[in-house]
């Protein structure tokens, strides 16, 4: 008979959860230099290392460090966000197809930059002017605002996560038919800028958007990796979990507003870049074989899709394809093959 | 594990919690439950005793589980306390109270891709802080939770892959490595076959004797509530129907009131205990009639 003494306990971190989050930091960095070289023909990768090093000429070192590094950091640190968010939110809700935006967070921002797009449409002119500080800021206030709106709705005596993911779906929809009705009223001018937010995309990021972001991330992961246990012992149901003397609801909350925060500031910096945090927990989950998708890997994860998804539209596509597509036609795939093969019983 | 002895005077003597005989384990002081606006108990008072087993039974929609809830404070109550080795509940820490009661839902959730050893080491969760993380008493404990339910041999397993006897007994597991007194059972035998009901409740009883554990359950089999209980209280109507040792609450009256059953009451055969035996129902089918074939 096989003993097992002593392998594993709730508080270990298991072996293998390291070794995929060790990996993937070093994906992520190699993805990194990757995507600096992508899609220019007078960098190579000695070049590219030797610059983010400092030894490279001027020439050099306005390419990568003003024009490329931004962008490259702006993807790792948008992916990262956006799947520890997913990680979140699929194991508070105890549900792989939970996301995000089912918190009305994605569906917030977009209402909020398309409504600034639209009705502010002088003042913001397509390219360079979206990127300026006023629409993340609009972003981030509509998602906060939505989120809370949701979460408001949702409470009974406590949130449900059931009851939320429902009125989530709902909050999306209705606030998905409001950007719609502005889009369709819109100038064609201001409906194609609006279009273009929508798809997510990292181009024209500066580093003015990468600060929020990397603070974002700085501040909400420890937060985040503390409720690691805590998520750990709600996976075995609301009432087991406040036995083990877990405060379900605070914790619940916390998990919430750091999944919402996290959406938000990827969100205001990229636009919504789709499937990101729905894919790359899953696929976390499954590198590391746990039984919810590990936070840090699931964030490296997201990194990795994200930026090696921006370096194949600069290096591989012709012309300017949006990062938010090549994450939806390798999520929408994935999406499907996960529903039609999901025979254990992974909801509720 | 460390069992629970008790000295000459019957006081329990391993801490925590130190108690008397004279403090109950649980008490409901003008407890009133309710669901949004339908009230299930309004005032209730109930005290249960320490190092006994009690078992909440009552009709299907009685109130017995919310009661198990409250109890448990997965429910709260909108008016009145609990009290917990005689301090309000909501006095102490949420761990604190983790360390004096657990309590076992009626369908808990069974995480995928974890073993029953790390199931059952869930556990000890409210024994570990960060300044005190996973010692070796800890694995000893969840080593003589896992041989005390028979699962030593299953440790390594995933947890999803046990039948519905072994999973019932890998939480029992759990809750025993929680090393709570106060254990709260919500039917606990639901979905298992008569055999390993008896397995379970031979197990809970065991857990009580052996360790002093304060038991609180729900049970929907009379005659074995009767025969594993020290003590039945018959919930329904919103109260206390009754109350008291078995063989003083399992009457055919009480049952007639509770359960709307016509019953004989008779010493069960291999334990002495009381075994209700339902008279014949004919009148329960007389409206039925087949629509004639055109």
Known sequence: MIRDRGRISPRRPQR???????????????????????????????????????AGTPGQQLIVIELRLPRVVAGLLVGAALGMAGALTQSFARNPLATPDILGVTSGASLGAVAAIVLAGGSYSVGAGLLSLGLPLVAV??????????????????????????????????LGGITSYLIAQAKITDATAAAQWLVGSLSGVSWASVWPVLVCLVVITPIALQQSTNLELTQLGDEVSTSL??????HRLVVIACAVVLTAAAVSASGPVEFVAFVAPQIARRLARTGRPPILAAGLVGAIIVTGGDALTRGVLPGQVPVGIITAIIGAPYLIWLLTRRTERETR | MSHMRTDS??????????????????????LTLAYDRSV????????????????????????????????????????????LDGTPVRDFATREVARRLAILPQKPLTPSATSVRDLVS???????????????????????????????????????????GQLQRAWIALVLAQEAPTILLDEPTTFLDLSHQLDVLELVR????????????????????????????????????????????????????AFDLEATVVPDPSSGSPLVVPALRPEAASGFRWPSAN
């Not at chain 1, 509509?142 to 406590?158: D, K, M, P, T």
């Not at chain 2, 108690?19 to 003008?30: H, K, N, Q």
């Open chain 1, 141 to 174: 206030l509509g998602a906060l605002i939505s989120s809370a709106i949701v979460y408001g709705l949702a409470w009974r005596g406590g949130v449900d996560s059931y009851r939320l993911i429902l009125i989530g779906i709902g909050a999306t929809a209705a």
């Open chain 2, 206 to 257: 065991s857990i009580n004797r052996e360790r002093g554990a304060t038991v609180v359950m729900v049970l929907h089999d009379l005659s074995l509530a009767g025969r594993y209980s020290d003590r039945l209280v018959v919930v329904g109507e919103g109260r206390v129907l009754a109350d008291g040792p078995p063989w003083e609450v399992l009457t055919p009256d009480i049952l007639r009131a």
């Open chain 2, 9 to 30: 005077a019957g006081r329990m003597t391993t801490p925590p919690p130190a108690r008397t005989s004279t403090v109950p384990a649980l008490e409901a002081r003008g």
């Open chain 1, 245 to 250: 003397g877990v405060a379900v609801q605070r």
């Open chain 1, 16 to 54: 293998r959860v390291l070794v995929v989050t060790l990996i993937g930091v070093i994906a992520a960095l190699v993805i990194a230099v990757l995507g600096i070289v992508a899609g220019s023909s007078s960098l190579t990768i000695p070049d590219a290392v030797r610059t983010l090093l400092g």
């Open chain 2, 122 to 164: 869930r556990g000890r969760h409210p024994h570990q802080s960060l300044l005190k993380p996973w010692t070796p008493r800890d694995t000893e404990v969840v080593d003589a939770a896992l041989a005390a339910t028979g699962l030593s041999e299953l440790a390594s397993r995933d947890a999803g892959s046990l039948s519905g």
């Open chain 2, 40 to 83: 299930v108990f309004e005032g209730l008072n109930l005290s249960i005793e320490a190092g006994k087993v009690t078992t909440l039974i009552g009709a299907n929609g009685s109130g017995k589980s919310t009661l198990l809830k409250a109890f448990g404070r997965i429910v709260q109550p909108t008016v009145g306390v609990v009290q």
